[in-house]
């Protein structure tokens, strides 16, 4: 039987330890290397989350801002210059009273513009809050927008709905749901060259389901977009004002506690699915 030198026996101890060492360290750097890329990526989509929801809530506050102007607007030009008039008016009917005259055509005037002050607030009244969808709810208020634009001949909106029976929803949400289908529609008018669009609310088991269709000229997208923010382009390397659009209604859905995805092609129209709890 063949006897081993010292050095032998240490070389095979050697060569036996490194045999059991290198796997192992080997495996501690793939774990090491793996939990570090873990940790970059968990980084990279935080980073990624807090620039999506600082997108949505800049998207809020311009729409807010939006509408402040526009009320601030209609104020300073149509209530607040017939006002004016109307002061006007009533300094020189107060002068031909001094004067023992019966200010018959000033009268009538400052009539005719109080008239216009209040038809102008109620105009800014139904902005804020139609009408329709105050005293009957969502599904009558979306019901005849769609007819009305359906008057136009120009294109076809085809609006589906189970809400038979459904209890009528908080005022707020409501309104919310309504301006998401009115800014949908609106950026599909400006922008899509849409022959048909296809608007379903569906209600069942406490969850409503807002699906939005077009058949227009779409947009590319590198992914498919989620309000969840999973692996998807930033709406703003979309184009921008349909992208500014989108945005708007994401920041409304976010605000319910929603989901929102949506898909579109070149060519392929555009695909909108909105999922809200109602409990």
Not at 105 to 117: G, P, R, S
Not at 157 to 174: A, M, S, T, V, Y
Not at 213 to 237: A, V
């Amino acid at each position: 039987m063949a006897k081993f030198t010292e050095l032998e026996v240490y070389t095979m101890f050697l060569i036996g330890t490194l045999g059991v060492l290198l796997p192992t360290i080997a495996a501690i750097l793939f774990f090491v290397f793996y939990q570090r890329r873990l940790l970059k990526q968990h980084k990279e989509n935080k980073a990624l989350e807090a620039s999506y929801q600082r997108e949505l809530l800049e998207a809020n506050i311009q729409t807010q801002e939006k509408v402040r102007k526009q009320i601030a607007k209609d104020l300073h030009d149509d209530v607040g210059s017939n006002l004016s008039a109307i002061k006007l008016y009533i300094n020189q009917i107060q002068l031909k009273i001094k004067k023992e005259e019966f200010p018959v055509e000033q009268t009538q005037h400052a009539k005719d513009l109080a008239i216009n002050a209040i038809q102008s607030v109620r105009q800014i009244s139904h902005n804020l809050l139609p009408p329709l969808l105050e005293s009957f709810g969502l599904v009558e208020a979306l019901q005849d927008f769609v007819d009305k634009l359906n008057g136009a001949d120009a294109f076809q909106i085809n609006f589906e709905h189970n809400w038979q029976d459904q209890p009528r929803l908080d005022i707020q949400k409501e309104l919310a749901l309504f301006r998401i289908v009115q800014e949908l529609i609106n950026n599909t008018l400006k922008h899509a060259q849409a022959q048909h669009i296809r608007v379903h609310l569906f209600v069942g088991q406490q969850k409503l389901k807002l699906l939005y269709e077009d058949d227009g000229i779409g947009f590319e997208m590198t992914e498919h977009r989620t309000s969840e923010h999973q692996l998807i382009k930033p709406l703003k390397e979309q184009p921008s004002k349909k992208g500014l659009g989108l945005k708007n209604i994401e920041s409304r859905v976010q605000v319910l506690n929603g989901h929102m995805s949506f898909h579109s092609e070149k060519g392929k129209g555009l695909q909108v699915e909105i999922h809200l709890n109602l409990v």
